[in-house]
């Protein structure tokens, strides 16, 4: 069963620097999502991709978030000039567009420190 | 934001039926509600959803009542291994966001 695997699990990193996360969903899901926990938190969510558009992003995804999804399968969540307060869980999960109605399946997550 | 409404947390005994309420008063005639549980340090786990009619799986069931505007996601048999935060999502609008809230913080005692 080859479910959504994300990467790294745990990243600490210094304010100021610019992180990386990269998502792979299953394989045939065609829609792709990133949502931010917080402790304490349910999931926010931040965008999701129809294969490689990225069709929605919340006002919660401020300019230095950026998330790519080049070719319809992987995708990337860089966060440049990390904050403190970007200290979070970043999941993603991936689904297939069911008509209304749609199951996402998320990863383990990356638990992002910023100090 | 949140169209739903849950208790912050509940006490189950084991092998007990865990039965979780949800209001969602604003339910709009399309939407679904799903529930979602959440066991620490992993990524929310899908457990069941449905429009109007009560649905059943290996997991739980989900009993809707006929306003649509609560339902209740009950858990058969609880097990230790059922502790977790349970969320209970109303499908916004034309939009894709599923909003989470802050779930029911449910803990099985043995």
């Known amino acids: 069963d080859t479910g959504v695997s994300q990467n790294p699990r745990h990243k600490i990193t210094k304010r100021g620097q610019n992180v990386t996360f990269r998502c792979d969903p299953i394989s045939e899901h065609n829609r792709l999502y990133w949502y931010r926990q917080t402790l304490g938190q349910g999931p926010e969510f931040l965008t999701y991709?129809?294969?490689?558009?990225?069709?929605?992003k919340s006002r919660l995804l401020s300019d230095r978030f950026s998330a790519e999804r080049p070719k319809g399968s992987f995708s990337t969540l860089e966060i440049q000039r990390t904050e403190q307060g970007d200290s979070a869980m970043y999941l993603c999960a991936s689904s297939l567009d069911g008509m209304g109605q749609e199951k996402l399946f998320f990863g383990s997550g990356t638990q992002l420190s910023v100090l | 934001d949140a169209k739903t409404t849950q208790p912050p947390s509940m006490d189950c005994a084991e092998g007990r039926a865990a039965n979780l309420p949800c209001n969602h008063s604003t339910i709009s005639g399309n939407e679904y509600v799903y529930w979602y549980r959440q066991i620490h340090s992993q990524g929310p786990q899908y457990i069941i959803h449905?429009?109007?009619n009560n649905e059943t799986n290996e997991m739980a069931s989900l009993i809707i009542t006929e306003d649509r505007k609560s339902s209740t996601l009950i858990l058969p048999h609880a097990t230790l291994r059922d502790t977790a935060v349970y969320y209970c999502?109303?499908?916004?609008?034309?939009?894709?966001?599923?909003?989470f809230g802050t779930g029911t913080s449910l803990t099985v005692i043995p």
């Open positions: 991709f129809q294969n490689e558009a990225q069709l929605e």
């Open positions: 449905g429009l109007k």
């Open positions: 999502i109303v499908r916004v609008g034309t939009g894709n966001q599923f909003y």
